[in-house]
Each structure stands twice: as C-alpha cells, then as structure tokens.
C-alpha cells in the first residue's frame, strides 16, 4: 500500500519565519498580532478588490471580512492585500476606457507579486468589476499556490414603469433620447434607477460570463456565480470558499492541476450556453497563456459548432443573472450540458471533487416552471452564438455574436473612425444611416492603446434604432452588454499594419455570419498599394503604463498578453 503524501501545509511561508536566522521577520509579524503556534499555520493571501470607485466594488469588504474569518477558523493565517479596479461602466466613452484591459496586468502582477514577495501559501482573491476576473486568474495561474476565486456577486435589477433596468438601459436610453424618442425627464429617471446597489452589471456582460466560466473551471464554488452581492448567502459562499481553500492547501491542488484544457473547453462550452460576452475570447486565450495550456482561437469556433446557447439571458435575451440563479444556476446549465456529452466530468475542482461529483445531485433536467434555461431538445439557439471571422480583413480573426441577428450578411459603405468618440458624434448627429459598416480602428491593444471596448457607440445604434441595420467592425473590443451587427477584436489590428488599417470612406465592406467571413472588397492589388503607402502612427502614449502596454501587447488573436516571448 502506497505511503499517502505528507504536506507541510505552511512549507512556503517556512521559509521565511522558521529557524534562528528568521527571528527579524517574526518581529514584525509579532508587531502584528502574531503569536508563536502561528508559525506553524499557513499563510493564506487575501486578495481584496474592493473599492469606492465602483458598485460592482464597493460590496467587497464584507465578502473579504468573511474569507478572513473562514481562514481563521480553519486553521490558517489571513494576509490581506489590495488589487486595484477601474470601472468600465464609468470610463467608457473617455480616454479613460484605454486602462481598463491594462488594469487585467495590473490586477495579475499584483497577485504575483505579493504571493511570491511574500512567500504565502495560498492565496483567496475577491474580485468584482470585468478585468478583476481574468486579471486575478492570471495572477492565480503565475503563482500556482493553493487559490480559489470569490466572486463579488451581481447586482439587483433596477426598476422603473414596470421594467427591470440595468446599466445597459441607460446607454441605450442616451441612443432614443438622442434619436427624439425619449424625453429627457425619462431619460433622467431611468438614470435615476437603473442601479439600485452593490454587485456588478447583472445581465450575462463581461462580469458575470467571466465568473460563470470560473465556476466552470472548477476554481469557484458551486453557485457562487450567480449569487446577488448585497444576498447573505454571498457572504456565507465567500467563508466556505475560504475553508475550502485551506482543505486545498492540505491536498495541495494547485490552480494548474485545475484550469487544464479539458476544464477550458468546459468553461467556453458554459460561456457558449449561457450567452455570454465576446470579451472572455480574449480573456481565456489570455488564461490559456498563463496557464501553460495550447489554446487558439480557432479553438473557440470548434467549441461553439457543438454547442447550443440555452439560456435566454441579456444583453440580446430577456432575463438576467440574478434570474439564473433562481432557475438553477451554472450547476444546472454544466449538468445539461454534461447529460449531452459536451462537458468533461472528470476534470478537478478545487474541492477535490471531480466536476462529476460535484454535478452529481443537481437535476438532469431544467425546472418546468421557469424559462431561463431550456432543454437540450429545445435550446434558444443550436450553436453557439460567439463566432471567429475570417477574411482579408481578419486573416488571424475577428469576434462577433451572430445568434438572433435578423440579417445576419451585410454588404455596405465604410464609415472611417480612427477614435470613437468622433463616430459617437456621428451616430448622435444622424450621419450614420441603414446600411452603413462603421469602422472604428487604431483602437487595439497597441493602437488604442489598451484596446477599449464600444458601448456609447453600439449602444447609440441601438437607441436610435439602428442595432440591426448598421454594421460596426473594430479592432477595439465591445462591451458584454452589446448586442447586434458588430464585430470585434479585429486582427492585425490597424497600428500593426492590418488591412483595417486600409480601409477607405466608402469601400465596400461584407459581414457574413453564415459564412464566418469579414471581408474588404477591394481588389487585392488596389490593398497592396494601400498597404505599401502606409506608415505606422506615432504611439499615443511614450511615457507610463499605457506606453508599456502599447510596447509589449500581443495581438487580440494571442489574447493582448504582455509577456508572449
């Protein structure tokens, strides 16, 4: 019989409070409250993003309260640190939306750099706006201790003349009120109500696909995704996350024994299911990266062929996170998924259970009496709804969501942008008619730089009844809550010569979602020319973070990491 495997379960921190020569370092530790028998637990990090800068933030502190305490009573030592935020909700539309995938490096070296600094042996982090995800998963996957994620937990819905409302609502209320169709006194209400608390943006936008997909992964308990910030039962999730980290510590699983290939394809086949944001094609080629995994984005495409979108969820559904854990949450979407074999059940959770297991009492079948998740015999869609484009225009890819569209091939004019807030102005003014492609580049992670996503814009279109008429390509990305024509990620970006980069006021341009095609068309010797007249644009940024950023960024089709050497 094979000797079980003894873990020291403080053999990090060891290093630097044991023996006669750590004597200084226990000094300060006794400065804080430290007494001897805490020498031999282990030291657990506690990654805190809460912040006043943002609702999707500001409800953290409780949930890390909690973590600590749950650390405590199992036997470990809390070590608190912060990681910063920005919030895409308030930056948009501003220079200020070109630090918000910055902040994703930001959010990971922070994570990396204390856990290793300090030689913790696990690490919890709470995390609540879009980049606080990736960026804390990446930080998670570089150090490769003991980690488990907590989700701050959606929002509630607003409410105003009978309809839920969420911050979507008040973009595309800016669109009607712009296009005469909505007064400024309903304007002004449903400002007014459309965020009534704590917790991130509550349809299935960036924040939620990104935790939903964690749950997916197997790094995040079971139906804390879905779970409402200012509910107790997210304060209850964030103290068994923490027990159940120091159990992990104990069995010693490491973030990369979980996030694998088997458990990514896993976490895009919930994303595909769920409905969720072109934005997690770029985070997970990102996490895929860190994770030492061979992840392309044509592996997205080969996942969303096989599977069907089931929830009916916003920005393009009816319903909204909060609905969704209701019905059942991410457990009941994976074991339909899992019932149809387009889940891996053996893949390792941090509890130590196998998905499987851990599925293994959740209902094969979605409750009759709601709608939020279908059958697999009746889905809301057969296939997956974020696809990869191809073309001349997009020869390493392009990202759309092609499910629901009701023209789903469009051949039009080329409207030019080289910033957004000009094509903002343009949709504003009434310049931008049905049938126009709008172009929005130098705005990728090198061009913008910081490749900032395209909410006052789409959701312009949309207000002013134009989400389905016009087309809008980018080489910046879009928020999760837009919805329509649109295409993003487009790459090589145009400060990186891509054919974007060529395009002409009025050229012709084709968005085909049966065809999965992105095309320029112009003859191939007339964009020779083109390309052979054009010159690189001068950096926005030759100083501080946005410069070192635009410097290293890979291209959107490798994820926009900074460290692909």
Request: glycine share 12%; net charge neutral.
């Amino acid at each position: 019989m094979a000797t079980p495997k003894v873990i020291k379960i403080n053999a990090r921190s060891a290093t630097i409070v044991e023996g006669k020569s750590r004597a200084p370092n226990r000094s300060m530790y006794y400065a804080m409250g430290y007494q001897e028998s805490d020498f031999r637990k282990p030291m657990v990090g506690v990654a805190n993003g809460h912040s006043t800068i943002t609702p999707c933030n500001s409800g953290l502190q409780k949930l890390a309260d909690a973590a600590i305490a749950g650390i405590e009573e199992a036997g470990g030592n809390a070590q608190v640190f912060g990681t910063p935020t920005i919030s895409d909700g308030m930056a948009m539309g501003t220079e200020g939306m070109k630090y918000s995938l910055v902040s994703r490096e930001v959010i990971s070296d922070c994570i990396e750099t204390c856990v290793q600094g300090q030689w913790m042996d696990g690490v919890l982090v709470v995390g609540g706006c879009d980049k606080n995800m990736p960026g804390g998963l990446m930080g998670i996957l570089r150090a490769n201790v003991p980690a488990i994620y907590v989700y701050g937990g959606t929002i509630l819905p607003g409410r105003w003349k009978d309809q839920d409302l969420n911050i979507v609502s008040v973009f595309e209320a800016v669109g009607q009120n712009a296009a005469g169709n909505l007064s400024d006194a309903d304007l002004r209400e449903i400002e007014m109500h459309a965020i009534p608390g704590t917790g991130s943006c509550g349809g299935m936008y960036t924040a939620n696909t990104m935790s939903s997909a964690f749950e997916a992964l197997g790094i995040s308990l079971p139906y804390s995704s879905t779970m409402a910030n200012p509910h107790d039962e997210k304060m209850n999730s964030a103290k068994e996350s923490a027990k159940v980290l120091i159990e992990a510590i104990k069995k010693d699983i490491k973030p990369r024994d979980i996030v694998t290939k088997k458990a990514i394809e896993n976490a895009v086949a919930v994303i595909m299911a769920t409905g969720g944001s072109t934005n997690a094609v770029l985070h997970f080629l990102a996490i895929a990266h860190t994770a030492g995994v061979e992840w392309t984005i044509d592996d997205f495409e080969r996942i969303r062929q096989r599977t069907p979108v089931l929830c009916d969820l916003k920005p393009s559904g009816k319903y909204l996170a909060v609905d969704l854990h209701k019905a059942g949450g991410i457990p009941q979407v994976m074991k339909v998924l899992l019932n149809a074999g387009l889940l891996h059940g053996d893949c390792l959770t941090i509890t130590g259970q196998t998905m499987a297991e851990v599925l293994k009492d959740v209902p094969d079948q979605p409750r009759a009496d709601q709608d939020v998740i279908r059958p697999i015999s009746n889905p809301m869609y057969a296939q997956g709804h974020l696809a990869i484009l191809k073309g001349n225009l997009s020869p390493e890819g392009a990202v759309a969501k092609i499910t629901g569209l009701k023209k789903p091939v469009m051949t039009g004019p080329a409207r030019v942008f080289d910033d957004e807030q000009s094509a903002l102005k343009a949709i504003l003014d009434g310049k931008i008619v049905a049938g126009d492609v709008m172009v929005l580049r130098y705005l990728g992670p090198k061009g913008g730089p910081g490749m900032p996503e395209m909410l006052a814009p789409t959701g312009a279109l949309i207000g002013a009844g134009l989400g389905e008429s016009v087309g809008l390509i980018t080489d910046g990305r879009f928020s999760g809550g837009t919805w329509g024509m649109v295409v993003g990620h487009v790459a090589p970006e145009a400060a990186a010569g891509g054919t974007i980069a060529f395009i002409h006021e009025g050229d012709s341009i084709t968005i085909d979602a049966h065809q999965l095609k992105l095309e320029l068309n112009v003859p191939e010797a007339e964009i020779a020319k083109r390309r052979a007249a054009w010159t690189a644009p001068a950096p926005r940024y030759t100083r501080g973070v946005q410069a070192k950023f635009a410097f290293n960024a890979a291209s959107a089709s490798k994820g926009a990491v900074l460290d692909l050497y």
